[in-house]
């Protein structure tokens, strides 16, 4: 019986020790996902979702879903970026995951910041915002999008 338990008791440390422990990251280090940071040169703009919305919404089929949000090139020079300038968009996700676009891509009118899908709001795995780019394979478009940074 002893030996019964000692082994219940190894199994129970051995599992404590495999669960997953959250990382001690300080609370002030997680960006906030709520905010999408436009940064060109030494400035930087932030906008919410109703931010936006205010700019004004396109719908574009990507062949997945039909995304709702403002394009691009629009949010870019609402932010006071001139796009004649500019020779890369980088979108950069909350978990690190980044990709480039040049003009040929971020000058197109259907490629969208999008805040929602015609049909409700954006999976979770997407986050508040997400790149759409028609034309590009799904993972060239950023999810969980928290950053543009725009190259000269």
Known sequence: MKRIIYVLL?????????????????????PDDDVLTVSFGETERSYTRADLEA???VEVDNGEAVYIGVPLKTLLE???????SITTVKAIAVDGFSSTYDSSIFLEENTLVAYAKADGPLAPNEGNFRMVAPGLA??????????????Q
Do not use: H, K, M, T
């Not at 190894?10 to 609370?27: D, H, I």
């Not at 609402?78 to 004649?84: K, P, T």
């Not at 799904?138 to 190259?151: F, K, P, Q, T, Y």
């Open 10 to 30: 190894a199994v129970a440390f051995v599992l404590a020790g495999c669960r997953s422990q959250e990382a001690a990251v300080p609370q002030s280090n997680i």
């Open 55 to 57: 700019l004004g919404a």
């Open 78 to 84: 609402d932010a006071g970026v001139d796009l004649a």
């Open 138 to 151: 799904g993972s060239l478009n950023a999810r969980l999008l928290i950053r543009l940074e725009v190259i």
